[in-house]
């Protein structure tokens, strides 16, 4: 088969790579389309697989012995693998897998896994967003970023900041922002400050989701996001920062002491009723404050062939962090 390998932080394709092979408790996909993230390259073996990619929307080939009713043979599935995704066929382990939307693509889909399941528990689990929350999402435009904006809006943040270049902030603004912040121009402390130079307490966020801090170009947000949350009061909790991604202090905090109960660095756990529930969020979307229905719908930055000519782009494209959404590859 074809697979993408990565070898000693060397990219190669190949069209003869040995097919895997299907465990009691795993199901084999013939994969339709493969999404990919800053992970498959900047993490490689033994801590992930040869084969690169985690993102996958496929069809069930094979299904283990131990595998229940819950999926059968030719079931549209998607969601995230550490075996592989950038290859003609992955192995799924079922924690990781879950029913394709219906009315999502299969490109589509691929670009769901990691980034919209990475925003759902980031804003939900350890931001505890709630209804009519402020919400400030850094990198906006990028892969999380959309991620963020749209979840965050499905669950009923009345203000959604984001930030990006001001090439993007229409983009923006059309996934659900309220407003932008031009990082080329002012920082987010600068947006956030009155005319005395002190930050305004309406400006505060409940919850700032920061999805470029360490992505590549010595960014970090987290020492001026606390300064920008909203301070705990009678009845509402302290506004809450959370990071995909940290400095070296952060990840050292993070398997030693811990952080502070308003911060937080973390890692998206793969689960079926997570991809489920976004799955509903495509399939039969929300109802916004006024009434009308939206629908979760993934960003594709650029659908490519699966070829050796386009994987290889694809990572370039994926490397400068210029990609608007998720880079996607065709498999046929």
């Keep these: 088969m074809k697979a993408a390998v990565f070898s000693r932080g060397n990219l190669s394709f190949k069209s003869d790579y040995k097919k895997p092979k299907c465990g009691a408790d795993n199901i084999l996909v013939r994969v339709k389309a493969a999404g990919i993230n800053p992970i498959d390259y900047k993490v490689g073996w033994p801590i992930k697989g040869p084969v690169t990619g985690i993102d996958f929307a496929g069809i069930v080939e094979e299904k283990g012995d131990k595998v229940g009713d819950e999926f059968k043979v030719g079931d549209e599935v998607y969601g995230g693998t550490f075996n592989g995704s950038l290859a003609e066929f992955t192995i799924a382990p079922l924690a990781g897998v879950a029913h394709k939307p219906k ?7 691929a670009a769901m896994c990691t ?51 001001g090439k993007n902030e229409e983009f923006v603004k059309s996934l659900g922002a309220t407003d932008v912040i031009d990082y080329t121009k002012q920082t987010i402390k600068d947006y956030c400050l009155n005319e005395s130079g002190a930050i305004n307490p309406e400006l505060q966020f409940d919850v700032i989701y920061d999805a470029a801090t360490n992505s590549g170009g010595g960014e970090d947000y987290k020492n001026i996001s606390m300064e920008l949350l909203k301070p705990a009061t009678a009845d509402k909790k302290h506004g809450q920062y959370v990071a995909i991604n940290g400095s070296r202090d952060m990840w050292i905090r993070m398997y030693t002491i811990g952080f502070k109960a308003n911060q937080h660095m973390m890692l998206a756990k793969q689960n079926p009723e997570d991809l ?30 699966f070829t050796a000519e386009a994987v290889e782009k694809g990572f370039d494209l994926l490397k400068s962090r210029r990609a608007k959404g998720k880079i996607v590859f065709k498999m046929d």
């Design 103 to 109: 009315s999502a693509s299969f490109v589509e889909a």
């Design 115 to 165: 980034t919209y399941s990475t925003s759902l528990q980031s804003l939900r689990d350890y931001g505890n967003l709630v209804k009519d929350d402020r919400v400030l999402v850094i990198g906006a435009s990028g892969g999380c970023g959309t991620a963020g904006i749209q979840v965050a809006k499905s669950m009923g943040a009345k203000d959604i900041v984001g930030v990006c270049s």
């Design 276 to 305: 489920q529930q976004l799955a509903k969020l495509v399939d039969d979307g929300w109802t916004n404050s006024e009434g009308v229905q939206e629908y979760l719908k993934p960003v594709i930055a650029e659908e490519l062939p």
